[in-house]
């Protein structure tokens, strides 16, 4: 089965400096790779994916790169923000496992003021 | 768009009782629906997939017997655990898949979870 590896597992930057995580995958087979942000104590939000068809795709100040043939993808966030500390999960899916959402790890961010 | 709810939010219950947890699509019909489980400071642990009108499917690991998954309509899954002991105390989310054919069917859309605590 798929398995995705996340890193680094915590990370702490100025505020105003960029973040970047980065995941790996398993199975060639996956095709849709979601980010989501989850807060304390409350359920995972999705704040960008991107698909197998697609190389780079960018959301304001967030941005999530794809390496098929590596395997491999990032997620940059710019000019972070206080608010933008929490942990962040990389996720890998694919058609031939019903969709199945198989998460990484997960990384803690945060932003020191 | 795209909101999915759990109910309760949290709930407290005695060793050997069954609990009941809801996940609703609130705007749009899920055909799909995944339960996970997340314990503290760890990631989320695919536990199974539930398909509207059909049985779930349960991931490697996970007693079908004691996480009953029912998802008897487009909006709405219910997982009971059954006979609940104390290290079934976890965080319990769901996720909710738009119908094909309605635009990215691949997006999960996740609930806020329900922390159940088992004494």
């Known amino acids: 089965g798929e398995n995705v590896e996340q890193h680094p597992s915590t990370l702490s930057v100025q505020e105003g400096d960029s973040a970047v995580i980065k995941c790996t995958y398993s199975?060639?087979?996956?095709?849709?790779f979601p980010w989501y942000k989850q807060e304390l104590g409350k359920g995972p939000q999705l704040i960008i994916d991107?698909?197998?068809?697609?190389g780079e795709k960018k959301d304001q100040r967030i941005a999530v790169t794809l390496n098929k043939t590596a395997k491999h993808f990032s997620l940059h966030i710019t000019e972070t923000q206080p608010e933008d500390s929490a942990v962040y999960f990389c996720?890998?899916?694919?058609?031939?496992?019903?969709?199945?959402?198989?998460f990484g790890p997960g990384t803690s961010l945060s932003v020191i003021p | 768009g795209a909101v999915v709810s759990q109910h309760p939010s949290w709930v407290i219950c005695k060793s050997g009782t069954s609990v009941k947890i809801e996940c609703r699509s609130l705007?749009?019909?899920?055909?799909?629906m995944f339960w996970y489980r997340q314990f503290p400071k760890q990631s989320l642990m695919l536990m199974a997939t539930?398909?509207?009108?059909?049985?779930?499917?349960?991931e490697q690991g996970v007693e079908k017997d004691k996480f009953l998954i029912n998802h008897a309509s487009l909006t709405l899954s219910t997982l009971t655990v059954t006979s609940a002991h104390p290290e079934d105390s976890s965080f319990y989310i769901c996720?909710?898949?738009?119908?094909?054919?309605?635009?990215?069917?691949?997006?999960?859309?996740f609930g806020p979870g329900t922390r159940l605590t088992v004494l």
């Open positions: 539930s398909n509207e009108g059909s049985k779930a499917t349960y």
């Open positions: 991107i698909r197998s068809n697609v």
């Open positions: 705007d749009f019909q899920a055909t799909t």
């Open positions: 199975d060639s087979a996956s095709n849709y």
């Open positions: 996720s909710a898949r738009n119908r094909p054919g309605t635009g990215f069917s691949d997006t999960q859309y």
């Open positions: 996720a890998a899916s694919a058609k031939a496992s019903y969709d199945k959402v198989i």
